[in-house]
């Protein structure tokens, strides 16, 4: 059986006095984890500090054995994890935010393509259900460039599911039809945001999957509100049923935990113990490499 790689949620506010870059390997390496996706708001001076730092970030990536599997791409206020300002504030859905975090985004590329790093993903907000709404296909033309542009550097476009439906995601990902559009994964979000549940998602999906982001969940209680997040085990997620999805969809990516607290001795627990439930898990199947 091949080694299962897993690996954290790591996020660099490079505007910060205190952010450390070696702090983050360190304290995944100390996590028993060997990768990270590292999220980031690629502005432009992010984007060339980071660029600069390449011989420092990949020795931080040989002395703690971490490796980054994917850059997520944020994009920055205005944004409301919401039913109703979540609607015109998330992603690159917002036509009048389009140009700004496209920016972003290609910002975040040029960081991954000096690192190495194949996967670049993001949330892309409340696509529409209907494919005729002229925002779909506005959405569309930009993400075939997006999308374009990424190919032309062996890169893949991710979406990270939460605001859509399954068969959106799918729906967009043939439309762009650039071959280098896939999910990740975040088996949490769409309980979260009431969508589906993750294991008939990946029977939709699942062929599409390139990253994972681990983490559990209940189901909204109100129409305004998202669901709470949970630690890993004490939500809805099946996860041995996702496991058994992922492996049965060709799935040999990294495994990816993601803890949203604070950081600390409770969160690395959480993490600790969410590693180990899963490693379980895994452990019932063989795993080519990927």
């Not at 990270?160 to 088996?187: F, H, K, W, Y």
């Amino acid at each position: 059986m091949s080694q299962i790689k897993f690996g954290v949620m790591s996020t660099y506010r490079g505007d910060y006095a205190d952010d450390n870059l070696e702090e983050m390997f360190k304290n995944a390496a100390s996590l028993g984890v060997k990768s990270m996706m590292f999220c980031l708001l690629a502005n432009d001076k992010v984007r060339d500090d980071l660029i600069n730092r390449v011989d420092e970030v990949k020795g931080y990536m040989k002395k703690y054995d971490v490796e980054i599997n994917a850059l997520w791409a944020g994009w920055g206020a205005p944004c409301f994890w919401n039913f109703y300002e979540g609607q015109n504030t998330i992603g690159l859905i917002p036509p009048e935010y389009r140009e700004k975090r496209l920016h972003l985004v290609m910002n975040a590329s040029d960081i991954a393509k000096a690192w190495g790093v194949k996967y670049i993903v993001t949330h892309c907000g409340y696509i529409p259900e209907n494919p005729n709404d002229p925002v779909y296909n506005s959405f569309i033309a930009m993400m075939k460039y997006l999308c374009g542009e990424l190919k032309a550097r062996d890169q893949w476009f991710c979406f990270e599911t939460g605001q859509e439906t399954p068969i959106t995601i799918l729906r967009a990902i043939q439309d762009i039809g650039t071959g280098n559009v896939g999910v990740n994964l975040d088996t949490a979000n769409i309980i979260l945001y009431g969508k589906a549940n993750p294991v008939d998602a990946i029977k939709i999906i699942g062929d599409y999957v390139k990253c994972l982001h681990l983490k559990d969940g209940l189901w909204p209680t109100d129409g305004r509100s998202l669901g709470k997040m949970v630690q890993i085990g004490q939500g809805e997620v099946d996860f041995p049923a996702v496991v058994k999805g992922l492996h049965d969809h060709g799935y040999r990516g990294h495994f990816t935990i993601e803890r949203e607290i604070q950081e600390g001795s409770e969160r690395n627990k959480d993490i600790i113990d969410a590693r180990d439930m899963i490693m379980d898990l895994t452990s019932k199947y063989e795993w080519d490499p990927e």
